[in-house]
């Protein structure tokens, strides 16, 4: 992951790297550093952990120059210290680099047996020596980097600056997205449009395997084999002010009470609410009717969306949906045929593991389609539709509005499907609408359980282990419940379907251990009724998420029970999700830890 930034300036840059890399914070935050060029010498400040430390310094000690590159970073090789914060540098190039260079043992160990001296425990060292040491044989710049270029293997986007050269800065791409800013009579480099929302709206994307050299009168862009190619500049709307947390303490709570309005945006593009139709807001490029088999790909929290479609697409339109994490399905080499339609769900819509799985479908033959929320990213730029979620920029790592979004969306596309099929009739689909329509209120409705929840945090947060069940599609909730408390309380959790709780987890279940049951009142909730008298049997402590009619029916004495409002079964998860996310977010807040950017984990995360 890690987020990069360079820029050409005509004023001194250190501040406007600074504002910049705030912006790419989600992208890491266990150490940040920028380096410039002053009076043509390259010289640095870094510091360990979150921006306002690498603030401090550079109060402490200004850094001047027109010309700087800066990172922001999620530690892959080599502990998150101030040593191995970027840039690093020698006296004569310094290099910021998001990924990681997979032959770095290699190319170090060659670089030591000729008598490198190596100062960090990072894979980005050996880039700054590969082409210091060219530099010192007297290569140029470009030429030393065209050269090293060539001996690096891995995922990896590069910014790279260099002493005497004030007018010049080279990035490259291969794998982890690089934007190029376009300003008047300054360049800019950047993770993303983001990053340089403050300074340009006119952006180039590199694609894979570019690389480009920037002054401050323009860009030249090689491809893989070193041919100058153009890139569009576009136009980007990226908002120029960060994104701010209005009156909540956090981004995450933040977003989690946008919901309603965004996932009420979301149903806009793909209901059609006077007719009460589904409408895709693109073109499909294959007929439903056509499709033997879906495969969903995604990560984390997307998967778990993915997995809830899985129901959906399998109940409403009769099609068998096969469901992967990317990093598994990347490697499984899955046998997809041509005409199969592969589905990727993406908040960022860069995820190296999801984006590895679109490449390995396209090139099986299937229909690529995506569900992201960044519409300038990779996985939408590379796929052959893109289905948009609106949720907006999500600035907590821990995903909410992106999640039921998500749902949103692919509720819309499994209704598509189930019409296009004719597994669902005209007054069917009517009715399903109809359903969705009722989603954003029934959203705001269930974010007036959060004084109960508040409460119930506080118990939670007394526990070592919470247990999460659920049938049908509240088992996927029961999954996301587990990793948004974990992620960012730090609380150990498990999500498990309620029946398979007699295989084994209920040996856990003992007067400690909280046991939330996501169970709105449908088919299957007398067999969920049943699971519970299993662990009330065994002292469990049970925390039952449903509505007034499974309260009444529940008949089980449970140490609270959250009231849902009322609501058919088949959509519930968009709305059940909201006590869920509600209940990790107060329980992180009284164990104190940082909501927004929890230990260890990053936003995008753009490595394996
Ligand atoms: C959890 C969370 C992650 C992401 C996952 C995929 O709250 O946010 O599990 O869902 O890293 O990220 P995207 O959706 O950007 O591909």
Redesign the pocket.
């Given at each position: 992951m890690c987020g990069i930034v360079g820029i050409l300036g005509r004023a001194p840059v250190a501040e406007q790297l600074v504002d910049s890399l705030k912006r790419l914070e989600y992208r890491g935050y266990d150490s940040a550093g920028v380096a410039t060029l002053e009076n043509g010498a390259l010289a640095r400040r870094r510091a360990e952990g979150k921006l306002k430390n690498l603030e401090a310094r550079l109060e402490a000690k200004p850094l001047g120059g027109h010309t700087g590159i800066g990172h922001t970073r999620w530690a892959t090789h080599g502990r998150p210290t101030e040593n191995n914060a970027h840039p690093h540098a020698t006296e004569r190039v310094a290099v910021v680099h998001n990924g990681i260079i997979e032959n770095f043992r290699e190319l170090r160990e060659g670089l030591e047996a000729k008598g490198t001296v190596f100062s960090t425990e990072t894979d980005t060292e050996v880039v700054v020596h590969l082409v210091d040491n060219l530099l010192k044989g007297g290569v140029a710049p470009v030429e030393a980097v065209r050269a090293v270029l060539s001996q690096l293997r891995g995922a990896f986007a590069l910014g790279l600056i260099f002493a005497g050269e004030d007018d010049l800065m080279i990035g490259a791409r291969n794998g982890p997205p690089l934007a190029i800013g376009h300003g008047d009579g300054e360049m800019y480099l950047g993770s993303d449009a983001i990053a340089l929302g403050p300074f340009t709206d006119t952006i180039s994307y590199l694609e894979d395997g570019d690389w480009v050299v920037l002054n401050r009168k323009g860009a030249t862009i090689f491809d893989k084999d070193n041919a100058i190619v153009h890139r569009e500049a576009i136009k980007h709307l990226t908002a120029t002010a960060l994104v701010d947390k209005a009156n909540y303490r956090h981004f995450m709570a933040k977003e989690i009470h946008e919901q309603p309005e965004v996932v009420g945006h979301t149903l806009a593009r793909y209901v059609d609410m006077a007719t009460e139709r589904v409408t895709m807001p693109v073109k499909l490029p294959f007929d439903f009717k056509n499709i033997q088999r879906v495969s969903i790909t995604?990560?984390?929290?997307?998967?778990y969306a993915g997995f809830v479609a899985k129901y959906w697409l399998e109940r409403l339109a009769r099609l068998p949906v096969e469901l992967d994490v990317?990093s598994e399905f990347r490697y499984r080499e899955a046998p997809l045929r041509k005409g199969d339609l592969a589905v990727f769900?993406?908040?960022?819509?860069?995820?190296a593991d999801?984006l590895a799985a679109l490449r390995y479908a396209k090139a099986q033959g299937a229909y690529t389609l995506s569900v992201v929320?960044v519409p300038t990213s990779t996985?939408a730029r590379e796929s052959e539709v893109v289905l948009p979620t609106l949720a907006g920029p999500e600035i907590g790592?821990?995903?909410?509005k992106?999640?039921t979004c998500?749902l949103m969306v692919l509720a819309s596309l499994a209704v598509a499907a189930g019409k296009a099929r004719g597994e669902l009739s005209d007054a069917d689909e009517a009715k399903l609408v109809h359903s969705l329509v009722e989603i954003p209120r029934l959203m705001s409705e269930a974010l007036t359980t959060e004084p109960h929840i508040e409460k119930l945090a506080r118990e939670i947060s007394k526990s070592r282990d919470v247990l999460y069940l659920g049938r049908g599609t509240s088992y996927p909730l029961a999954l996301e419940g587990a990793?948004?408390l974990k992620?960012i309380s730090y609380i150990h959790a498990e999500g498990y379907a309620a029946g398979e709780l007699k295989h084994g987890p209920i040996a856990l279940i003992d007067e400690h251990m909280p046991v939330v049951v996501i169970a709105p009142y449908d088919k299957v909730f007398e067999k969920t009724v049943s699971n519970m008298q299993e662990v009330a049997a065994r002292g469990g402590k049970i925390i039952l998420m449903t509505d007034a009619r499974g309260a009444a029916e529940a008949t089980i004495q449970s140490l609270v029970t959250i009231v849902m409002p009322d609501m058919g079964a088949t959509f519930a998860p968009m709305v059940y999700a909201v006590p869920v996310q509600l209940l990790a977010y107060h329980t992180a807040v009284v164990m104190g830890t940082d909501v927004d950017q929890p230990r260890n984990?990053a936003?995008?995360?753009t490595v394996e």
């Open positions: 995604a990560c984390g929290t997307a998967s990317a769900i993406s908040q960022s819509g860069e995820t999801t929320n996985i790592v821990a995903s909410t992106a999640f998500q990793l948004k992620e984990l936003k995008s995360v």
